[in-house]
């Protein structure tokens, strides 16, 4: 059989078991604490016979394992349970907010590639002039920012100084989507400010890299302009570790999520998430946990399969 | 030779400006106490009082003094990021060194439980650790620790494999030494430069790490003041134009860039010898 295949299966199966490593954990965490779900739900005023027949209800009374396979198939079925704090199905507080959380992380990816690309681009091409060292000591200081202080600056300076955007993302369902792109606009921008530097960094830092070998050397004195040499002969090279990078920041989009939804008060997977922690909501907690969790383990699983496609001299690394 | 003052005047002014803020931080911690006349739970007047001299950042949303609760706000949140950026080191180092000394199996089973728990994004993680075991002070130390320890433990372990090849190691232990006098003597003194400048990054990410829980209301709790809740209590001022809860959230801003300047610096320096 093909090498690469037996890699990217070898990956796919690891990633498999990490993830399910990962719903073991969040769900026996929960099974470890004092005392259940059922008197959770009762409360301390609860007569120890209700919180009986309650725990029969919720198949409590049963062996940890088999209501872990329950749970586990329950999930895999989309049915997550109900929520503690309102009685409410989990999956229906999820849906329309993971869709949020991802129109918002998909806004951001869209904004934030091309522009990283792009200055990352220029930087190799211009090294070393003043552009370059521009460019480096903004996305230094952008890296090292907290994404709340980034949020709260962007809404100064766009929402209450200027008065063009709107300082929160009062988004609902029924919104058409022009509308839905402003209310969007800041939350998204803050998250472009996170991940751009490092995205430009390492698209920079790689085709530096690929520049000082000599087949680019080769190229230049065959008198091949300095955009040519970058375009054709240096980026299809660095393709692969760019594409990686780029697979790692939207895997690291998703943890910033939460932050900035915060902030913006967007209606999202992350600001639920944070809600229900401070109400213990344990349900939410765990499937909330599992999504962010599954987005980014499959994140981080493409960007290794991508590397080791677009790279054949991986094949003989091992 | 050259002078003290000389090596002095080489360090860019990046560094330099990195290193004069992180000591300011420093005293401001140690002084605190004796700068404001205020504690940080008191209620000094009004909610949102704007900037006069008796309070020159004006009151937070209960009523209590600002700039007390800056100054308390960084001397708490640099205490708890510094223990707890030792506390990872402890550990990290600790599993680092025995998986290169002692190996067999249990180099493979640490790695394997790293590589885990670094597939797991860290905040999410963060938060799910502390919604089961509550948000006091120690869980949230452990917890940071405990997560920010697997990135230690990546980089002792591949500093120190490369160092316990060595012959001076071989012959440490043909000799008889033991794997403590390994790990402590022969090993360790020879991988300090890449920890040390792990040690400052990776308390940025700590401090960063901390404000941000803080700011979502599940690290350091109230009536403590640290910088991350502070904004969160008082971003209703932006609405209004006051930029007063920003200062805190810039406080963080410029200690972590500070400290970058430096590791940024640091490295140079350490690869520049290599040359």
């Given amino acids: ?43 301390q005023s609860a007569t120890p016979e209700t919180v009986a027949a309650l725990r029969k209800e919720l198949h409590l009374n049963q062996p940890a394992l088999l209501r872990y396979w329950n749970w586990q198939i329950a999930v895999l079925t989309g049915d997550f349970g ?105 939350p998204a921008l803050t998250l472009t400010l996170v991940v751009v530097a490092h995205m430009m960094r390492m698209t920079r830092a790689s085709l530096v890299n690929l520049l000082s070998l000599p087949y680019v050397e080769m190229a230049r004195l065959k008198g091949a302009r300095e955009m040519r040499v970058i375009l054709f002969h240096v980026l299809p090279n660095a393709l692969g570790p760019i594409v990686t990078v780029i697979a790692l920041n939207l895997a690291y989009l998703i943890t910033g999520v939460v932050v900035v939804e915060v902030v913006f008060v967007y209606p999202g997977l992350g600001q639920l998430l944070v809600d229900s922690v401070s109400s213990r909501d344990l349900p939410v907690v765990q499937v909330s946990c599992m999504i962010f969790a599954s987005a980014y383990i499959l994140l981080n699983l493409t960007a290794d399969v991508i590397a080791i496609v677009s790279d054949p001299r991986q094949l003989h690394r091992t | 030779m050259k002078t003290r003052l000389a090596n002095l005047r080489q360090v860019p002014p990046t560094a330099l400006f990195g290193i004069v803020i992180v000591i300011l931080y420093i005293v401001l911690a140690i002084l605190t106490p004796a700068l404001t006349p205020y504690s940080q739970r008191e209620i000094v007047g009004g909610a949102f009082l704007p900037w006069t001299s008796a309070h020159p950042l004006g009151t937070d949303s209960l009523g209590r003094d600002m700039l007390t609760r800056l100054l308390y706000g960084g001397r708490n949140t640099l205490g708890i990021a510094f223990v707890t950026t030792i506390l990872a080191f402890a ?37 799910f650790l502390l919604s089961i075991f509550g948000t006091s002070i120690p869980t949230l130390i452990l917890v940071i620790a405990v997560l920010d320890s697997t990135r230690v433990f990546r980089l002792t372990r591949a500093a120190a494999s490369s160092i316990a090849v060595m012959d001076y190691v071989e012959a440490a232990r043909l000799r008889g030494e033991g794997p403590w006098w390994l790990m402590t003597r022969e090993i360790l003194p020879n991988i300090t430069a890449p920890l040390i400048a792990e040690f400052g990054l990776r308390f940025c990410f700590v401090f960063l790490a901390i404000a941000a829980l803080s700011f979502l209301g599940l690290g350091i709790q109230p009536p403590l003041a640290d910088w991350g809740s502070m904004v969160r209590e008082n971003a209703t001022l932006i609405t209004f134009g006051d930029i007063t809860p920003l200062i805190p959230a810039a406080a963080i801003a410029v200690l972590t860039i500070s400290v970058n300047f430096i590791v940024d610096w640091m490295l140079h320096k350490s690869t520049g010898l290599k040359e």
């Fill in chain 2, 91 to 127: 550990i990290g180092m600790a599993a680092g060194l025995v998986a290169v000394t002692v190996g067999g199996w249990l180099e493979p089973i640490l790695s394997r439980i790293v590589d885990m728990l670094m597939s797991i994004p860290q905040l999410i993680f963060k938060l």
């Fill in chain 1, 1 to 43: 059989m093909n090498p690469i295949l037996i890699l990217i299966a070898k990956r796919l199966g690891l990633g498999l078991l990490t993830l399910w490593f990962v719903s073991f954990g969040v769900f026996f965490a929960i099974e470890a604490l004092p005392g259940d779900t059922a008197e959770a739900i009762l409360g």
């Fill in chain 1, 82 to 186: 109900t929520s503690l704090s309102n009685g409410r199905p989990v999956s229906e507080l999820i849906g329309t907010r993971l869709g949020n959380t991802m129109f918002l992380a998909g806004m951001a990816a869209l904004i934030s590639v091309p522009l990283a690309l792009c200055l990352g681009l220029l930087a190799a091409l211009w090294r070393n002039s003043l552009f370059d060292r521009l460019i480096n000591a903004v996305t230094l200081t952008s890296i090292s920012m907290p994404e709340f202080f980034i949020g709260y600056v962007l809404i100064f300076a766009f929402a209450i100084r200027a008065g063009i955007l709107p300082p929160m993302s009062a988004i609902s369902p029924t919104m058409g989507l022009p509308d839905r792109i402003v209310f969007t606009i800041l």
